[in-house]
Each structure stands twice: as structure tokens, then as C-alpha cells.
């Protein structure tokens, strides 16, 4: 069975700082991976998908890694802003696993003026 | 590109009561899902349709729980009688095909069960 963890659970920075959040997975047969970002009463938004051929991905300020061996990711910020707080979920898709989700708890970021 | 439409956004129920949730995913996504996210974990998988049809529903308490998608698009999901532990947000999602094409998330139905 798969599962998926997260650190740390929650993460208080002042703005500007570059900060990583890390996520590791127990079954290293993805078929990709996933971070997402959550807002409070909101939906899930996708940030970056990483096929488990890739090594990384970024996106302005975002860039995600992927060691698909040691079963681990991560999520690295640079200039962090208020705005990005949020939740951060990762989220896996095993290989033959039709296209189901499976998510880590999350990381919960406050950015602080 | 309309999203994904989910409703109601809050309901608040007593224990043993019904309760259905509704969503309408985006025209021409052939993949539906049902998540459920208890306060302070991840979601998870309740059922998944392809069209009209269940791929996987292994998560699903089907005692209680009951999904269905009628003619391939929108989708209800009913929960009868309500548990205090079905407190939740319930997430729908729809994407264009079983495989990964991208997931597009609703902003979610809010359940409180008292």
C-alpha cells in the first residue's frame, strides 16, 4: 500500500526566504507525481507534475524535484511571499493504478511580513 | 473553460440523517472522481467513474455511501445514514481521460455531521 509523508506538518517563514518542503513515498512504481496547493475553503489548484522519467520541474518561482529510487520530492520556494501561504499537498500516481490520487497530509505554509 | 461545478458548498446534518452532494465536471472530461478530506489529512479516493461506469470504488463505505453518474456527466454522491466521522470536505474532480491528463479539482462540498 502506498503511502505518502509530508514535512513538516506546518511551516511559519518571513517573506523573501527561500524555503523547501519535502515529501516521500513508500512505493517508488509512480507513474508521476504532483504538488498542489490548497486555499482555505477552496479546491485543489495543481502546481507542478513530474512524469517519473523526470528529474524536476519548475514553474516562476516553483521547482520540484523527483528521486523516484529513494522514494522522496521536493517542493523548493524561492522568495516566498504572503500570498503563498497555503497548504501544499503532493500527490502520487502509481504505475497501473488507473489514475487515482494518492496524496500525502500536507504542509501547511504561513509567510509572514 | 466553465470548472468544476460542486453543490451545495456547506451542509450541516445530524448524525443518521441523508445527505447528496452534486457535481458537474468539465464538458468532455470522461473521468470523474469523488474525494473525501478528513480536517488535517490528505484526500482520498472514494470512487472513480469513467463515463457512466465505476473503476475503482475499494474505498468507498458502500453500507452508507452511494455514487452515481448518470449518463456520463454530472455525478451524485449520497451518504445514508451520516456517522459523525463523515465530517469532511468532499472533493469532486474530473479530468479528460483515465490516464493522467490533469486533474481539475471543485472548490468542494463542506459536511458537518452533529
Known amino acids: 500500500k502506498q503511502e505518502v509523508t509530508q514535512i513538516p506538518a506546518a511551516l511559519s517563514v518571513p517573506e523573501g526566504e527561500n524555503l523547501v518542503l519535502n515529501c516521500s513515498f513508500t512505493?517508488?512504481?509512480?507513474?508521476?507525481l504532483q504538488w498542489f496547493r490548497q486555499d482555505p475553503g477552496k479546491g485543489l489548484t495543481s502546481l507542478l507534475l513530474?512524469?517519473?522519467?523526470?528529474r524536476e520541474q519548475t514553474s516562476g518561482r516553483l521547482n520540484a524535484s523527483l528521486d523516484k529510487s529513494s522514494g522522496r520530492s521536493t517542493l523548493y520556494i524561492a522568495a516566498s511571499q504572503p500570498g503563498d501561504s497555503a497548504t501544499y499537498l503532493c500527490?502520487?500516481?502509481?504505475?497501473?493504478?488507473?489514475?487515482?490520487?494518492?496524496f500525502g497530509t500536507g504542509t501547511q505554509l504561513k509567510v509572514e511580513l | 473553460e466553465a470548472g468544476v461545478a460542486q453543490s451545495p458548498r456547506y451542509k450541516i446534518i445530524e448524525k443518521r440523517q441523508s445527505v447528496a452532494f452534486w457535481c458537474n465536471p468539465i464538458?468532455?472530461?470522461?473521468?470523474l472522481y469523488w474525494y473525501q478530506q478528513i480536517l488535517g489529512q490528505g484526500p482520498k479516493l472514494l470512487i472513480q467513474?469513467?463515463?457512466?461506469?465505476?473503476?475503482?470504488d475499494s474505498q468507498l463505505p458502500k453500507d452508507r455511501f452511494s455514487a452515481e453518474r448518470l449518463k456520463g456527466v454530472d455525478s451524485t454522491l449520497k451518504i445514508q445514514p451520516a456517522k459523525l466521522e463523515d465530517s469532511a470536505v468532499y472533493l469532486c474532480?474530473?479530468?479528460?481521460?483515465?490516464?493522467?491528463?490533469?486533474?481539475?479539482f471543485g472548490s468542494g462540498t463542506r459536511l458537518t455531521v452533529v
Open positions: 513530474i512524469q517519473s522519467s523526470q
Open positions: 467513474f469513467q463515463n457512466n461506469g465505476v473503476v475503482d
Open positions: 474532480a474530473s479530468s479528460f481521460g483515465q490516464k493522467y491528463y490533469g486533474y481539475t
Open positions: 464538458s468532455g472530461h470522461a473521468t
Open positions: 500527490a502520487v500516481v502509481l504505475e497501473g493504478g488507473g489514475n487515482k490520487l494518492t
Open positions: 512505493d517508488s512504481a509512480i507513474y508521476n
